[in-house]
């Protein structure tokens, strides 16, 4: 079976420090791993996803995310967090259909 | 601009009253997504379609129908049948059924 948790329902940091928002999935096979970004009353926009090439991820707006196997996670970074960060974000796993976490609030103070 | 165009942004339905949402794409994408977002529970399907003139009931179809007589258009029904409508709902695609998915901006259907 496959699943999706994201661990922190909401995330709180000061502006221009690290951003960290945590995703573990369960899948039984190798699947295709995105992250998505809403703002407030939008759609989701992709961030970025893994598709079994590079571990390491870049998405836009300079996150990152590092898929690992053997800790099956796929945690989304960002070196400096900025005000416009502020969104809430999915993590998504694709195998045969889209699988997507609750979601965490990403808050940044200022 | 190629897109996923939701319309309208807002809705406001009575109860027992049917309204369609429109969602069209212009990505020449094959499959196309409806979900139902409720705050606090991610993302729910409601149905999708990988292929003009075929769709495949989601996780939450009750209550909702649709129709793809166009690769370009997916139309959800929200019936009277569905016993809280009230949400936010999101149209995607994807070029083929197993790739990244492509969201428009969403219509909020509030009853009234």
């Known amino acids: 079976a496959q699943s999706v948790t994201q661990l922190d329902s909401h995330v709180s940091v000061s502006e221009g420090t690290p951003v960290l928002l945590r995703c573990n999935y369960s899948?039984?096979?190798?699947?295709?791993l995105f992250w998505y970004v809403q703002h407030p009353n939008k759609g989701l926009q992709l961030l970025l996803k893994y598709t079994s090439a590079a571990t390491l991820v870049k998405g836009i707006n300079g996150f990152e995310a590092e898929f690992k196997k053997s800790e099956t996670s796929f945690h989304l970074t960002k070196p400096s967090a900025h005000m416009s960060d502020a969104a809430e974000y999915f993590c998504?796993?694709?195998?045969?259909?889209?699988?997507f976490g609750s979601g965490t609030k990403l808050n940044v103070k200022p | 601009d190629g897109g996923i165009t939701q319309s309208p942004k807002y809705l406001f339905r009575k109860e027992g009253q049917n309204v369609t949402l429109s969602c069209e794409q212009n990505?020449?994408?094959?499959?196309m997504y409806w979900y139902r977002q409720d705050p606090g529970q991610g993302l729910r399907l409601i149905y999708y379609s990988q292929i003009v003139n075929d769709f495949q009931k989601g996780d939450i179809a009750e209550g909702y129908s649709v129709s793809r007589e166009k690769k370009e258009s997916f139309p959800l029904t929200v019936t009277s049948a569905q016993k809280n409508p009230t949400a936010f709902y999101l149209c995607?695609?994807?070029?083929?059924?197993?790739?990244?998915?492509?969201f428009g901006q969403g219509t909020r259907l509030t009853v009234v």
């Open positions: 899948s039984s096979y190798s699947p295709s």
């Open positions: 998504v796993i694709l195998f045969n259909k889209f699988y």
């Open positions: 990505l020449n994408h094959d499959a």
């Open positions: 995607a695609s994807s070029l083929k059924p197993n790739t990244e998915a492509f």
